[in-house]
């Protein structure tokens, strides 16, 4: 499965952003879509997922409210609605795939930069 964001950029605080996922390759044994950050000097920590057959999603607490998952299975992309970012907010998002049968997200995207100015 080969995975490709876009979307990320430069934003005020307060402002919002939509990157996208694209997925290829045996997306049919997809089990779920992710979303991951990792800011500077930090671990990579988790953000969100979407399932891919049903749509069921989870969210960190952090973002619970703000931000928002969804999927476009006829494009195969998975998106990530981005509200009221806060600075915290700041860092390089990346895209991973769980295939189904899979104990963790084997796939990896190169990840997408999205900086929130105060």
């Known amino acids: 499965v080969k995975l490709v964001e876009s979307g990320g950029g430069l934003v005020q605080a307060g402002g919002s952003l939509r990157p996208s996922c694209a997925a290829s390759?045996?997306?049919?044994?997809?089990?779920?879509l992710g979303w991951f950050r990792q800011a500077p000097g930090k671990e990579r920590e988790f953000v969100a997922y979407?399932?891919?057959?049903?749509?069921?999603?989870n969210y960190a607490d952090s973002v619970k409210g703000r931000f928002t998952i969804s999927r476009d299975n006829a494009k195969n992309t998975v998106y990530l609605q981005m509200t009221s970012l806060k600075p915290d907010d700041t860092a390089v998002y990346y895209c991973a795939a769980k295939l189904v049968g899979a104990a963790r997200y084997g796939y990896w995207g190169q990840g997408t930069q999205v900086t929130v100015s105060s």
């Open positions: 979407i399932t891919w057959s049903d749509g069921r999603t």
């Open positions: 390759g045996r997306t049919f044994s997809v089990y779920s």
